[in-house]
């Protein structure tokens, strides 16, 4: 019987609807099939009228609070029953028989509050009930049997009456306050359980299409299927899918919704739009997936260089070369500009292999010529000693210095030193003609000054006026002693000279 109602549907006839329709009452959005005036609506079950910037539907009388299309609701403000009654008394629920709408038992609770209360909810036989006992004292925001209780509604609620009885004499307890009421869940929650003073709670209703005026919309792009959970009969026409079945008050009734791939109001002619679908659209989306896989690509290839840099001790380099303003700040080369100066580390430009790495030739674009050593390996445990001794390297300013920037393995001269003049073993690590040579006295002084010039602030550092004075005052105590070892330091100087100058920059990249 309900296939062949079905099978004889006018699906061609589109529905009457003014364009002109009012779309609010107040803040509430007003959407069709519900409207506001004549021919704004599709029948008289959603028609609204607005009192004082608030929306009523006419047929149950409710103030209307909200409507959901999606998920074939609307929330109305529903009165309280049995709020400080004395026991046995009901009041009955807003009558929904033969209409689209009905309580919601996903939606709905039944609450009841109050010392020994029992509270149900009836029509011709008992639906659902509760009981509140006041035996502990417990947490009052929470409803768990303690002076509250809540219970479940059954499905496809149309009409009930609501009654709460008192289970004791105490005279104390019949004269307190009793409530019983449906409720929406999630706004009881809100209020932990409590109503308060309020006289109408929010309530839940689902809602579909009567069969009688389903015929009238339009259903090309929009899902329609039986709303009450028994037997249907199921057919697909065109791009709509929907079904039918009788409800409990003997009345076919529709939920609509628009089908996958579509969005908007599945009760309009043409509601349901398509969603940006085809080839323009796909590639549209491939172009701003593309598009975002390269900013996040590039995002990650920052930080990973930022998380080198630091690790390589790019970060310790800047701070300690920057610390005195009377230096300048050291170069510092990455690793493009070092690729790009030795023509991708061409073979070509090797000018020498060691145990820690290969050193290349190469050429800035400045056209200054450089020399870059490329390690093999990075102990991260030498990392900060090396680049203190980068950072003392970086300060000296003389054309016969090489200059250092970059990363190398193992302990430096530097260093060495340093810890030596710590240890108190500087004449440990003396080469054995210098100590032969030169006297205590005069190699202590030289390495005292050496050490103090080594101190990163510049403050504490010698001056060159200083330096001076004190190797001037050795060299005349001593000068006719070490006549030969200054004649033999003159000659190593200028062979070291004619080596150095081949070369400006050594350097690695530290990143």
Known sequence: ??????????????????PDCPTKCGEIPISYPFGIGAGCYLDDWYAVNCRSSKPFLASINLELLNISLEANTILVNH???????????????????????????????LLGRGCYSLVYINHNETYAGCFCSCLIKGDATACLGNNCCHSTIPPFLQFFNASVEVTTEDPDIVKQCK?????????????????????AVPVVLDWGIHYSSFHRLNTSTSRCNDFANSTSTNATLANKSFS???????????????????????FNLQGCQGVATGFPSLLLVLLGAWRLHIIIKRRKD?????????????????????????????????????????????????????????????????????????????????????????AI??????????????????????????????????????DPQ??????????????NLANSWLNMNGKKRPMMKEVAMVLEGIQASSQKDNGNVQQDYEEAEHERTEITECWDVISTSTG
């Open 434 to 447: 210098v100590k032969q040579l030169g006297k205590k006295e005069e190699i202590v002084t030289i390495a």
């Open 244 to 266: 039918t079945s009788t409800t409990a008050s003997n009345s076919l009734v529709y939920q609509c919704n628009c089908k996958g791939g579509f969005q908007g109001n599945p």
């Open 179 to 199: 409530h019983g009421f449906v409720v929406q869940e999630e706004w009881i929650v809100r209020k932990k359980w409590n109503p308060g003073n309020s006289k």
């Open 302 to 390: 920052i930080k990973l260089k930022d998380k080198y840099f630091k690790r390589n001790g790019g970060s310790l380099l800047q701070q300690l070369t920057s610390s005195d303003g009377n230096v300048n700040r050291s170069k510092l080369f990455n690793s493009k500009e070092l690729d790009k100066a030795t023509d991708h580390f061409n073979v070509d430009r090797i000018l020498g292999r060691g145990g820690q790495g290969t050193v290349y030739k190469g050429m800035l674009a400045d056209g200054k010529i450089i020399a870059v050593k490329k390690p093999k390996a990075i102990d991260e445990r030498k990392i900060e000693e090396f680049i203190n001794e980068v």
């Open 393 to 430: 390297l970086s300060q000296i300013n003389h054309r016969n210095v090489v200059k250092l920037l970059g990363l190398e393995e193992g302990k430096s001269l530097v260093n060495h030193f340093m810890d030596s003049m710590q240890e108190d073993n500087l004449f440990d690590i003396l």
């Open 1 to 18: 019987m309900l296939f062949q109602l079905m099978v004889v549907l006018s699906w061609s006839s589109s529905l009457i609807f003014k």
């Open 79 to 109: 009165p309280i029953f049995n709020t400080c009654v004395s026991a046995g008394d009901y009041k009955e629920s807003a009558n929904l028989e033969n209409s689209p709408f009905f309580f919601s038992d996903t939606g709905n609770i």
